[in-house]
């Protein structure tokens, strides 16, 4: 497995790839690998000949408040499984690689982020299409893959890539959990043992939403009441948003007669945590 550091090493070893006619997918990740992680690359071995996996922390879109500085990161952790997943390459800037001196382009799109994370997270996804679109034009896959538990991200970077014309599929991969049903993310480890328990509620809400609409509920608002009520009910949960969405547009949903896309943040402590499930659908229809 190759380690490249600057963009012209991870051309260099695209364009090797190339010259073989093979083709490339790319994994992007802040690092920090768990299950998830190893689920899309796995994935991207199944159809591509040669998998990169880019690992940058980017500080365009954590917050000013936000965990940028104690994210976690362990790079030789990662490398290594990486590599026994069958990564070819793991591309992995500096800050300055990724934004030299000077920089001033960003990325924005609209509509979609006027809800969910991108009201509770201002300059989250203009930080996330920035370095996507960046992600993009230096490595040049053929397919790019993402996890559905950041379902708003992944409907953003499609509609980044249909508008800019760029030539890729992005392929989504069913969110991985752990045994209790949590949706693994690097997060994870900043919960108190407390925490990490009661955490759970988020996916035992998800599964309460499917069985109502499996059980014939169509009214929206009384779905999203119930999770509230549910995530209500633990001491150590903080509700940020709990909303259903129409897909892909992301917008209100009174009645539920389509797929649509129920997201919800909560915070433990001062660990946010996100999930969501497609009520009448499945992680397709993103």
Same mark, same amino acid.
């Given at each position: 497995?190759?380690?490249?550091?600057?963009? $012209?090493?991870?051309?260099?070893?695209? !364009?090797?790839?190339?010259?073989?006619?093979?083709?490339? +997918?790319?994994?992007?990740?802040?690092?920090?690998?768990?299950?998830?992680?190893?689920?899309?690359?796995?994935? *991207?071995?199944?159809?591509?000949?040669?998998?990169?996996?880019?690992?940058?922390?980017?500080?365009?879109?954590? +917050?000013? !408040?936000?965990?940028?500085?104690?994210?976690?990161?362990?790079? *030789?952790?990662?490398?290594?499984?990486?590599? %026994?997943?069958?990564?070819?390459?793991?591309?992995?800037?500096?800050?300055?690689?990724? /934004?030299?001196?000077?920089?001033?382009?960003?990325? %924005?799109? +609209?509509?979609?982020?006027?809800?969910?994370?991108?009201?509770?997270?201002? +300059?989250?996804?203009?930080?996330?299409?920035?370095?996507?679109?960046?992600?993009?034009?230096?490595?040049?896959?053929?397919? *790019?893959?993402?996890?559905?538990?950041?379902?708003?991200?992944?409907?953003?970077?499609?509609?980044l890539a249909?508008d800019l014309?760029?030539?890729?599929?992005?392929?989504?991969? @069913?969110?991985?959990?752990?045994?209790?049903?949590?949706?693994?993310?690097?997060?994870?480890?900043?919960?108190?043992?407390?925490?990490?328990?009661?955490?759970?509620?988020? /996916?035992?809400?998800?599964?309460?939403?499917?069985?109502?609409?499996?059980?014939? %509920?169509?009214?929206?608002?009384?779905?999203?009441? $119930?999770?509230?009520?549910?995530?209500?009910?633990? @001491?150590?949960?903080?509700?940020?948003?709990?909303?259903?969405?129409?897909?892909?547009?992301?917008?209100?949903?009174?009645?539920?007669?389509? @797929?649509?896309?129920?997201?919800?943040?909560?915070?433990?402590?001062?660990?946010?945590?996100?999930?969501?499930?497609?009520?009448?659908?499945?992680?397709?229809?993103?």
């Open positions: 497995m190759q380690i490249c550091r600057t963009v $012209k090493e991870i051309r260099a070893f695209v !364009q090797q790839v190339r010259s073989r006619g093979g083709s490339v +997918g790319l994994v992007p990740t802040m690092g920090y690998f768990h299950q998830g992680h190893l689920a899309l690359m796995r994935r *991207a071995r199944e159809s591509c000949d040669a998998v990169v996996v880019s690992i940058f922390v980017n500080p365009l879109q954590f +917050g000013p !408040q936000e965990d940028f500085a104690r994210y976690p990161r362990d790079f *030789a952790r990662d490398a290594a499984m990486a590599e %026994e997943a069958g990564v070819a390459a793991v591309f992995a800037p500096s800050a300055e690689e990724m /934004y030299p001196s000077g920089f001033a382009t960003h990325v %924005e799109v +609209g509509g979609l982020t006027d809800c969910l994370c991108g009201l509770s997270r201002p +300059g989250h996804f203009r930080g996330v299409a920035t370095v996507v679109a960046k992600l993009f034009n230096i490595v040049r896959p053929d397919r *790019a893959f993402f996890g559905q538990k950041d379902a708003q991200q992944l409907l953003v970077v499609r509609r249909a014309n760029m030539d890729l599929e992005i392929v989504v991969v @069913p969110t991985v959990r752990e045994a209790d049903g949590l949706a693994m993310s690097s997060r994870n480890v900043y919960l108190e043992p407390e925490q990490r328990r009661a955490a759970v509620v988020l /996916y035992q809400s998800l599964r309460e939403a499917e069985e109502m609409v499996r059980g014939g %509920e169509r009214d929206a608002g009384r779905v999203r009441r $119930k999770i509230e009520e549910m995530i209500a009910a633990v @001491p150590e949960a903080r509700i940020d948003y709990v909303e259903i969405r129409s897909l892909p547009a992301l917008e209100p949903v009174q009645e539920l007669d389509a @797929p649509a896309l129920l997201a919800l943040a909560v915070r433990f402590g001062t660990t946010r945590l996100i999930d969501n499930t497609v009520l009448n659908g499945s992680a397709a229809d993103l």
